[in-house]
């Protein structure tokens, strides 16, 4: 059997912190549960990260790529910006139904323990692999006049502001019906609100 | 034929044109120097050896042919037409150095007669002007207008007979290599994406909201200073890409952007990378960029 | 008997149709064979886009277009409610700039048009000294460029100010080179100090003078040019700086000017298709340019020499040469007055906000020019340039000459010539 390497168990703590911060809340959650998930010494875990802030800030990182990636994806396709948003949208909702702790993560604790990512993570530091794909994508969609121009953040609040709305109703158990329902809607609004006039 | 100990003639014509580069070619520092090496068929100002009406004969011959304006076939000078006057004076020249982004390109008076008009080599940025079949002669000197000393080392080059690489749009490659932002007095607020909030200030970097094209332009502006003195960027003017082969382009003043986006990268940099690294740089807030340079203390 | 000349090395060509009647000159008509279009070009660009374009009107004066464009679209500005104001930091130094550029200018012409014109009219053997003139001439547009980044082709005036924001070393930068220029200037040009050169108050002045002026005056001397080359005696100033006062002249009474009342008509030109409008004012042709604008200044030396020989061609170089000391004195004063604490720009409201209609006129070298524009929603509508050349050197009928027509009726061919271009030609403006 091949030996984990320190990249795989790297992720294997990435992935049940996450689980432990949305299930527990960032402050609750010690390293030592960390540890204890993972099935490692706490001492072992120092080793990969030196505290519980930097782990908050990789995961950041972490799930800012995971997520600049996905858009990525979607915007080197040879498709329209309105199937683009569709596609956007459908990943979003299927990462917050599949990995919903990618999510919460990004909602519950680095939106509201701003403090944790003072340093290290300021303006778009942390998120910015995400960030750029939501310029790259705006700017194809005005570039080939699918979307009128207009500041950036106006856009940007505009489409993950609703987003995350509408993933966070899904998390608190109020919508009537499952995030893929929402979908088609969804991206319809978003582009009738940002298509060119 | 002339012997090697022939000083080579030099004709300078003129398309469409303003003298813009006429009249920059004398604020050369080594004019004196410069003109012994040649003999001065003809130009717009200074004393030569022909006038425009014993020229207009086309019974002379020239070794270097100088054209500044745009090509407009139709267009006359003393009664002869550019076409007759550009087909004589080129097909004896060994060299024609286009001079101005207007006899490069077709520049700014290409809209006095758009249909017919052109550099003499390139159309914009196709190769379809007059000296199409002799475009090994041809040697573009972009800008509106030349610098004297872009001209200057294109005639010392040929007066010592050494090799001018050229680039796909015939410019030589030493001038042209150069972004217009080499060297720009701006370039530390460029790196940390600091922008100057008006006109009129030394500090900030002119590319995000003044329309600066330093970033996309091949120039040596910032690198060889106009007048020896200074360059556009240095007095808080945007490069207008004047070198350009899509110069005059349009909003000169403002940066086209898309969702505040900028439409044009640094040359030779994918948009991805431009955001990524621009979206971090901004993060940081530098205090002795942010505010008057004369104002900020060393030691705090 | 009609002879036709063609006139070169005078930013582009022109010819000339002469009626020639006992070996002088009846009558001659004027054409400028160059059309460039610059006022459609303009149209339909962005307002701001007209200073990078209207410099390129012209290579040698095309500074004064730039400011012609600034003030236009800051009186589009003013007529929409929206007024620009301007420290009086970004006011010195645009005149500063813009005398330079008339030094500049003047240099040239008397180095590369006069003097040469004078050799040829005598037939004399002295040795022509071009690039004294490209030398004086590429000192003042160093001590542009410290302001303006570069001439030719700047584009630093916009409304609300200037680009640039010079500090003591610029300024320090430029009065050296202006010092050098003003060395140069008496050294080579006059042969007396500026400040002796400027205390002058007659044409016998001049006399004692072994310079390249004293050459001009005493050759112009030679050839009776101080009776020769005679128009209205009728001048016009428009435009408005510290070195210049808008007035309408007749003689030497001075009368209110109004820039509306400047029109563009059709040339009259038999022989061949001529580009160039003429400009009025009202309905009479006037004389501008140095002469102009010293007989409104009253200026002591020019006044005595206009007592003497009118609007001769001798005033008309004399003026000239004179004006260049004046300004060189004013580029100087104007240095002394910039305080670099001001603001260099005071920001307008958008553009893209604003429209209207604005009239920019300023001294150019050769007289006034005019700037009219229209502007909707910040895009040119219209834009309408007249320049100088076109109320000096027009074409019209023998009956209603223009200033040039009529200096040169009644003297022989090569005078004619001459006095051709003793108002300092400049075809590519007349023909924008």
Redesign the interface.
Known sequence: MARITKEERKNGIISAALKLFSEKGFYITTIPDIAEKVGMSVGNFYNYFTSKDILAKELLIYISTYLGENI?DINERDISTQEKIYEIVSMYFNMAEEKPEMIEYFLRVYLSNREVFSEGC????CV??F???M??F??D???SSE?H?????S?FGLFMGYLGGMVFLFGEKILPQPLEWYKESISQNIYNALKSR | MHSNLAKPRLLWLQGVTCNGNTHSFLNLHSLEQLLSKFELLYHPSLPALFSLEDLSKCHQKCDILIFEGTYDPMMQRDGISLEKWLQHYSSCARYVIAVGTCASFGGIFKASAPERSSGVLFDADKKSGPLVTIEQKVINLSGCPIHPEWLEYVLMMISAQKEILLDELHRPRELYSNLAHHGCTRNEYFEWKVDAENFGEKEGCLYYTQGCRAPMTHASCNKILWNDVSSKTRVGTPCFGCTESDFPRRDLFSTKTNMSIPVDVPLGVSKRSYLTLAGIAKTFHIKRLEGKLIDYKTVR | MTTKQFVEQIEGEASIYFDIKDDKVEFATITFPHFRGMESILKGKSALDALVITPRVCGICGHAHLMATVRALEDVYKNSSNPVSLSTKAEVIREFTLVIEMIQNHFKWIYLSIIPELIKLTQTTRIQTPLKGAYASSLASKAIAVFAGQWPHSSYMLPGGITSDPTNIDILKATSYLDELILFFEKETLGVTLEQFLSFESCKDFASLQSDVGFIESTLIDVRMNTKGFAYDRFLVIGKHNFSKPSKMKHTRSFHVESALVKSVKPYAPQEKSFALNAVYKDDYYETGPLARSMSNAVPVIKNIHRRFKDSAYSRVMARVFELASLMQEAKLLLEKIDITQPSYNKPVDFSKISGSGVGVVEAPRGPLLHRVEVQNGVITSYEIITPTQFNIGSSTQENPTPAQKAMIGVSEAEAMFIFKTFDVCSVCTTH
């Open positions: 990525r300021e303006g778009m530091l910015s692999p960030v750029t794909e310029m790259m705006f700017d969609g005005v570039a979307l121009d207009q500041d950036f953040f856009a």
